[in-house]
């Protein structure tokens, strides 16, 4: 037996009209959702920014409040500053320059033999040669030892060769001399005169 749809065609196509109905609203709902988010994250954004100005006129104001150095104090404590520098740098380049004397003397009389006695001692520090304004002299050229000088008796010429040897191990003198060494008579007695001349070592130099 042969089917038969007695519906009319109208009722079939009944959901037609609410699928477009649908169409149109969801898009308007998104924008109406979409416009809301936007609008809650531009109120959120301007009130960190009115913090932000809020704050900066805070620190700002506060800026303002600190007084300004004077600036004649300022000129003064430079000053100050700058003075007390060049007075450490004086001082610094004075020590730099400063020789032991007390440690030259108290090897000079560890290494004086017993049976020599000195009558005169004589000592100057070195300067060098740009602070003296004289130029320095050539190598090799013989130069007289006069910083550092000696004179005393023994009772001979080998005890005077035996303080030239001992003067030599002492580290501040260099350039050890012989000035003079003369045969004399004291009282029934012959001894020998003498003059020794060195230089002494500048501070800082090798040995």
Same mark, same amino acid.
């Given at each position: 037996?042969?089917?038969?749809?007695?519906?009319?065609?109208?009722?079939?196509?009944?959901?037609?009209?609410?699928?477009?109905?649908?169409?149109?609203?969801?898009?308007?709902?998104?924008?109406?959702?979409?416009?809301?988010?936007?609008?809650?994250?531009?109120?959120? $954004?301007?009130?960190?920014?009115?913090?932000?100005?809020?704050?900066?006129?805070?620190?700002? %104001?506060?800026?303002?409040?600190?007084? +300004?150095?004077?600036?004649? =104090?300022?000129?003064?404590? *430079?000053? @100050? $500053? +700058?003075?007390?520098? *060049?007075?450490? +740098?004086?001082?610094?380049? $004075?020590?730099?320059?400063? &020789?032991?004397?007390?440690?030259?003397?108290?090897? @000079?009389?560890?290494? @004086?033999?017993?049976?020599?006695?000195?009558?005169? @001692?004589?000592?100057?520090?070195?300067?060098?040669?740009?602070?003296?304004?004289?130029?320095? /002299?050539?190598?090799?050229?013989? &130069? %007289? %030892?006069?910083?550092?000088?000696?004179?005393?008796?023994?009772?001979?010429?080998?005890?005077?060769?035996?303080?030239?040897?001992?003067?030599?191990?002492?580290?501040?003198?260099?350039?050890?001399?012989?000035?003079?060494? +003369?045969?004399? =008579?004291?009282?029934?007695? =012959?001894? &020998?005169?003498?003059?020794?001349?060195?230089?002494?070592?500048?501070?800082? /130099?090798?040995?």
């Amino acid at each position: 037996m042969r089917a038969i749809n007695l519906l009319p065609r109208d009722d079939v196509r009944r959901g037609g009209p609410q699928k477009r109905q649908w169409i149109v609203i969801v898009p308007v709902v998104c924008a109406v959702l979409l416009s809301g988010v936007l609008s809650m994250l531009f109120l959120n $954004a301007s009130g960190k920014v009115k913090d932000r100005q809020a704050q900066l006129s805070g620190l700002q %104001a506060e800026l303002a409040a600190i007084p +300004t150095p004077d600036a004649s =104090k300022v000129q003064t404590q *430079t000053a @100050l $500053a +700058t003075d007390k520098q *060049t007075r450490v +740098t004086a001082l610094n380049d $004075a020590l730099s320059r400063r &020789v032991a004397w007390d440690r030259i003397f108290r090897e @000079l009389s560890l290494v @004086l033999p017993s049976d020599v006695w000195l009558t005169n @001692l004589s000592a100057k520090a070195p300067v060098s040669p740009s602070l003296a304004g004289a130029p320095p /002299a050539p190598s090799g050229t013989a &130069v %007289a %030892a006069t910083g550092f000088t000696i004179e005393g008796y023994t009772y001979s010429h080998a005890a005077v060769a035996r303080v030239l040897g001992r003067l030599g191990v002492v580290p501040d003198l260099v350039n050890i001399q012989l000035q003079q060494s +003369t045969l004399q =008579k004291s009282g029934g007695s =012959k001894i &020998v005169h003498f003059i020794i001349a060195a230089d002494v070592r500048g501070p800082g /130099a090798s040995s």
